[in-house]
């Protein structure tokens, strides 16, 4: 049984989802669902997902711009979580959206986005990509490369408006494989080397493309607000005399708490932060997506093989890993974890994954309350780039997703069958 002061820890953690707790069977609750009777229902691995979380992070971006300014537009970014219930909830509450590939912005046009709120994004857009966006009417195509710049304007027999992106030289402290704002980056163009000014002259005198705007994505899982007001300077100092930018977009990556130990800025202060040097005739966009899904996720495994290495280790083993979070895996990163119906305390234990690799290990050296075989292991905080980096390693099943508000569950995403694993055979 839970004690009073678990229960406090996690109503007050920035890492479960907002509304979280442990209810009085001692049991973890996700919006107002107990978390033992969803899997009870759906299964494990599972990705929870407590839908008024999103809603009301979406609302805060919404709410710290309006209350400072006119001109502004939030896009999900939808590579976080690329889940039609979540394009459906974004665009109910008033975001735009930045897509990635032809499958997101699919995902986004199937899920009813008015495809003007659409933003396509990439640094190797295909023809059929392009082709697709213009055809639906996506209105802005994130312009990338001289390539695309040429591809783009020779397939349209309308204007399209544009952005450019900017690689704006600025690097903020973050895992190197999260880092695009620096001048040696695969993607946009470079300012410290002048392509960026080249690609404003192309883009001006081509024939369709309409220049309205500078993107910079700098980078992910960031902490530090102070890169995001470079941006903006950087990308202000390319609007010249001679064009009317009216917009500035600023990507994502605001970060947000894996661990208790990690305390990102709030939507507030980086909302001050992107508008503090935005020249006052530009509309400002941002493009969030791990601040908006990741603390509404938690994924529950159901706990296997317990093996102890006495003097070592004492392994836990889950039914997931590696094919529902690939994070740990490739980015070192950190996860806190416990059992959901046995909060807090107890000793060290390393969760390890199904697959069959031993780096297939999801949070080392983490306190399990007396992990025992059949108990519901939560992992929170994956509700951003766990289901949209997963895989089939081993022909395992991709988990499905589950909605859980005001104590209603219901699946937005089913488990993958068997069959699904043989149905692309030809
Ligand atoms: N805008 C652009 C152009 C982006 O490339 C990204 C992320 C975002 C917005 C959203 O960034 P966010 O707010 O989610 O940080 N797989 C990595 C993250 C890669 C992010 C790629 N681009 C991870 O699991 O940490």
Redesign the pocket.
């Known amino acids: 049984m839970s004690t009073t002061s678990e229960r406090h820890a996690v109503e007050a953690s920035p890492v479960y989802p907002a509304g979280s707790r442990v209810n009085e069977r001692g049991h973890l609750e996700v919006g107002g669902c107990d978390v033992v009777d969803v899997v009870a229902e759906f299964g494990t691995p599972a990705y929870i997902y407590a839908e008024e979380d999103i809603r009301s992070r979406a609302r805060a971006y919404l709410d710290a711009f309006r209350s400072r300014t006119d001109d502004y537009e939030v896009l999900y970014?939808s590579?976080?979580a690329p889940i039609t219930a979540i394009y459906k909830l974004c665009a109910e509450e008033g975001l735009s959206v930045?897509v990635?590939s032809g499958g997101e912005l699919h995902m986004a046009l199937r899920a009813g986005f008015d495809p003007a709120r659409i933003y396509l994004?990439g640094n190797n857009k295909t023809e059929a990509e392009l082709r697709y966006a213009a055809e639906s009417g996506v209105g802005h195509v994130?312009v990338d490369s001289f390539g695309e710049i040429q591809r783009l304007d020779a397939m349209l027999d309308r204007p399209q408006e544009v952005l450019i992106r900017v690689t704006p030289g600025v690097l903020p402290t973050t895992?190197s494989?999260?880092q695009?704002g620096g001048l040696d980056s695969k993607f946009g163009f470079g300012l410290e080397d002048g392509l960026a000014a080249r690609a404003i002259a192309e883009v001006r005198a081509s024939r369709n493309l309409r220049l309205v705007g500078l993107?910079a994505?700098i980078g992910?899982?960031?902490f530090e607000l102070e890169p995001y007001v470079s941006a903006i300077d950087a990308l202000a100092g390319l609007t010249g005399p001679d064009w009317e930018c009216r917009i500035l977009n600023v990507?994502?990556?605001?970060g947000i708490a894996y661990t208790a130990d990690d305390a990102p800025p709030s939507i507030g202060d980086y909302v001050e932060a992107l508008l503090r040097n935005a020249p006052d005739d530009v509309t400002v966009l941002c493009?969030?997506?791990?601040?908006l899904v990741g603390n509404a996720g938690v994924t529950l495994y159901r706990v296997g093989t317990i093996k102890r290495i006495r003097g070592v280790r004492t392994y836990v083993a889950v039914d997931g890993g590696m094919s529902d979070n690939l994070?740990p895996m490739?980015?070192g990163?950190r996860y806190e974890a416990e059992i959901a119906d046995r909060f807090g305390g107890g000793a060290l234990c390393t969760i390890a994954g199904m697959h069959c690799e031993s780096g297939d290990v999801l949070v080392r050296d983490v306190e399990l309350n007396d992990p025992r075989v059949g108990d519901v292991l939560v992992v929170p905080a994956t509700g951003?780039?766990s289901h949209?980096?997963a895989n089939n390693y081993n022909a395992v099943r991709r988990p499905p997703v589950v909605f859980c508000r005001n104590g209603d569950a219901r699946v937005v995403v089913r488990r993958e069958t068997y069959d699904d694993l043989t149905t692309r055979d030809v």
């Open positions: 970014a590579k976080a930045d990635a994004h994130i895992h494989y999260v695009t993107h994505h992910s899982q960031i990507g994502g990556g605001l493009e969030p997506g791990r601040a994070r490739l980015y990163a951003a780039y949209a980096m």
